[in-house]
Antibody, heavy 117, light 108 residues
Framework: QVQLVESGGGVVQPGGSLRLSCAAS????????MHWVRQAPGKGLEWVAF????????YYADSVKGRFTISRDNSKNTLYLQMNSLRAEDTAVYYC??????????WGKGTTVTVSS | AIQLTQSPSSLSASVGDRVTITCRAS??????LAWYQQKPGKAPKLLIY???SLESGVPSRFSGSGSGTDFTLTISSLQPEDFATYYC??????????FGGGTKVEIK
C-alpha cells in the first residue's frame, strides 16, 4: 500500500544539525512532488519545504530558509530534510507528505525533533 | 503572505449535531482550499480539496463550500470518530502553503 515512513528525528543541541529521511513505497515516487510539514508541541501545522518530482525546484518557508535543505533520491525512493543551525523553535513533529495536484493526499506518521541543551 | 483565520478555535458538540467551521483568507484565493482532519498523535488526513470536492473514501457527512475569502466545512451529523482538530489550508500561491490555526471539535 501507499506509505511514507519518516526517520532521523532525535534530540539535538541548539546550533546542531540533523537529517531527516522519508522512505516512500507503494507508488511511483519519482512522479510526485513532496512536502515537509511540521507541528510544534500543542500547536498547529506549519509548512516547511517543497520539492518538485524531479528535484528541479525547491521552496522554503521563511522561518527555515538558509538553514534547511530539502532533497530527494528518486533511485532510493527517499526524501530528505537537512536541518542546520537548529533552534529551540524548530522543536516539532516533522511530517513528509505527497502532493496530489496542490494538496497533500498521503502523509507519514512523523518523526520528532527536539532542540534542547 | 496569505493568512487563514479559522473560527471557532474550539467547539463542543454532541453526537448527531450539525457542525460548521469557518476559514477566512486574508485575500481572495478562488477555490484553492483544502480541509484536513487530525486526531491526537496522528498525521493529518485530507478531507476536502478545491474547497468543495470530497476526497475518496471520506464520508458524505463532510462537505465544504465557499470561494474567494470565506469557506466552511460542515459535518452534517457528528459521529464519535469525528472528534478531532480540523485545519484549512490554502494553495493559491503554491507551493508556499499556509494552514489555518485549527478548530478542535470536542465532545459535549
Amino acid at each position: 500500500q501507499v506509505q511514507l515512513v519518516e526517520s532521523g528525528g532525535g534530540v539535538v543541541q541548539p546550533g546542531g544539525s540533523l537529517r531527516l529521511s522519508c522512505a516512500a513505497s507503494g507508488f511511483t515516487f519519482s512522479s510526485y512532488g513532496m512536502h515537509w510539514v511540521r507541528q510544534a508541541p500543542g500547536k498547529g501545522l506549519e509548512w516547511v519545504a517543497f520539492i518538485r518530482y524531479d528535484g528541479s525546484n525547491k521552496y522554503y518557508a521563511d522561518s527555515v530558509k538558509g538553514r534547511f535543505t530539502i532533497s530527494r533520491d528518486n533511485s532510493k525512493n527517499t526524501l530528505y530534510l537537512q536541518m542546520n543551525s537548529l533552534r529551540a523553535e524548530d522543536t516539532a513533529v516533522y511530517y513528509c507528505s505527497r502532493v496530489l495536484r496542490f494538496f497533500m493526499d498521503v502523509w507519514g506518521k512523523g518523526t520528532t525533533v527536539t532542540v534542547s541543551s | 503572505a496569505i493568512q487563514l483565520t479559522q473560527s471557532p478555535s474550539s467547539l463542543s458538540a454532541s453526537v448527531g449535531d450539525r457542525v460548521t467551521i469557518t476559514c477566512r483568507a486574508s485575500q481572495g484565493i478562488s477555490s484553492a482550499l483544502a480541509w484536513y482532519q487530525q486526531k491526537p498523535g496522528k498525521a493529518p488526513k485530507l478531507l476536502i480539496y478545491d474547497a468543495s470536492s470530497l476526497e475518496s473514501g471520506v464520508p458524505s457527512r463532510f462537505s465544504g463550500s465557499g470561494s474567494g475569502t470565506d469557506f466552511t466545512l460542515t459535518i452534517s451529523s457528528l459521529q464519535p470518530e469525528d472528534f478531532a482538530t480540523y485545519y484549512c489550508q490554502q494553495f493559491n500561491n503554491y507551493p508556499q502553503l499556509t494552514f489555518g490555526g485549527g478548530t478542535k471539535v470536542e465532545i459535549k
